[in-house]
């Protein structure tokens, strides 16, 4: 699929807030709303456009990152086992000593240091360090 500067700015836009409608993303782009919507459809059977998410405050949550090498090439079996584990928020694929970093929102430490042990006893995971989010600045 065609990711022209159209449906990038489509992104860009459901990014900063999913919550956005058809309209009002028309509204912003240029286009009708069935044009828009048409172009959400398309890049959703796509793959490119997976999902809608809700940003949680974090009030009584601990946020935190996890650095992680993976044990096995291609690496892509493994990020998508991270991506569903339970907590996990995102994972990002990186380039250079440290192969991923997973975003993490668990209710409490306990709940951190189960997916820590359930993400070493994986086998797919060759080293992980978790470190806990203490203050954010911005998005």
Do not use: F
Not at 73 to 96: F, H, I, K, M
Request: aromatic content about 2%; proline content about 4%; some cysteine.
């Amino acid at each position: 699929m065609d990711l022209d500067p159209t449906n990038k700015r489509l992104l860009a836009l459901l990014q900063e807030d999913a919550r956005l409608s058809a309209a009002e993303l028309g509204r912003r782009v240029g286009l009708s709303r069935p044009a828009v919507q048409g172009r959400i459809q398309a890049m959703e059977r796509a793959g490119i456009l997976r999902g809608y998410h809700a940003e949680i405050s974090g009030a009584g949550l601990i946020e935190a990152v996890i650095l992680m090498t993976i044990a096995e090439r291609p690496c892509d079996r493994a990020l998508q086992w991270l991506r569903g584990q339970e907590g996990v928020t995102s994972v990002l694929s990186l380039a250079g000593e440290i192969d991923a970093l997973a975003r993490v929102t668990v209710p409490d430490p306990a709940a951190l240091s189960a997916l820590g042990d359930r993400i070493l006893a994986s086998g797919l995971i060759a080293s992980a360090k978790t470190h806990v989010v203490l203050r954010r600045y911005g998005g």
